[in-house]
């Protein structure tokens, strides 16, 4: 079975394109930024907790984001393919699942990681904030700080994912449509 990361930092367009490849692959779409979002909206205690981080632009602890995918682990354990985009943001929360994943006999096939210049982040976040109404995408200082963030604790997983040789940096910038080609075939190549 087939068990894709969409990689990125945020604004690189890992939702749209995760959506792209859901329509073409008919593959389990999980979005932990979505789930969170979710969480926050039915304002359970586990939204409640979340969003003082997603506010602020910082992450939300491991074991919350973990314990969400551990939720789907019997979903994920049996579908096709599955697509994880926003997870994991962490090499802690990356070693769970490959540990999740061995406990099936499952495995990340690769790391598909879309590659976007900074400043043309935080133009593509603060117009998604006019329009989506997220708070984490209205004002340019928690979107840089999100984008340092990504720095400090998410991009270490591309040297994690190198090493088990399953890192493929994607051209990130061009019109969604190019960019789905570009991600579609390279999924078709793997
Ligand atoms: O993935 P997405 O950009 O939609 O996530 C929105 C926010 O949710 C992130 O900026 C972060 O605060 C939080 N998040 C997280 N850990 C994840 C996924 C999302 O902290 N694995
Ligand atoms: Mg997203």
Do not use: W
């Not at 087939?2 to 939702?15: N, Q, R, S, V």
């Not at 602020?56 to 995918?69: R, S, Y």
């Not at 789907?72 to 354990?77: K, S």
């Amino acid at each position: 079975m087939i068990h894709l990361i969409l990689f990125g930092p945020p604004g690189a367009g890992k939702g749209t394109q995760a959506q792209s490849l859901v329509d073409y692959f008919k593959f389990m779409h999980i979005s932990t930024g979505d789930l969170l979002r979710g969480e926050i909206a039915a304002k359970t205690e586990l939204g409640l907790e979340a969003k003082r981080f997603i506010d602020a632009g910082e992450l939300v602890p491991d074991e919350t984001v973990i314990g969400m995918i551990k939720n789907l682990l019997d979903r994920i354990c049996t579908v096709p393919g599955v697509i994880y985009d926003g997870f994991p943001r962490t090499v802690a929360q990356a070693i769970a699942l490959d540990t999740m994943l061995t406990s099936c006999k499952e495995g990340i096939t690769a790391l598909l990681s879309l590659e976007v210049p900074h400043d043309e982040l935080v133009k593509r976040l603060l117009l998604r904030g006019e329009s989506s109404g997220r708070t984490d995408d209205a004002d340019v200082a928690t979107i840089e700080n999100r984008i340092t963030v990504y720095g400090q604790k998410t991009q270490p997983l591309i040297d994690y994912y190198t090493k088990l040789k399953k890192y493929h940096p994607i051209e990130g910038v061009g019109s969604v449509e190019e960019i789905s080609a570009r991600l579609i075939s390279k999924v078709k190549s793997l």
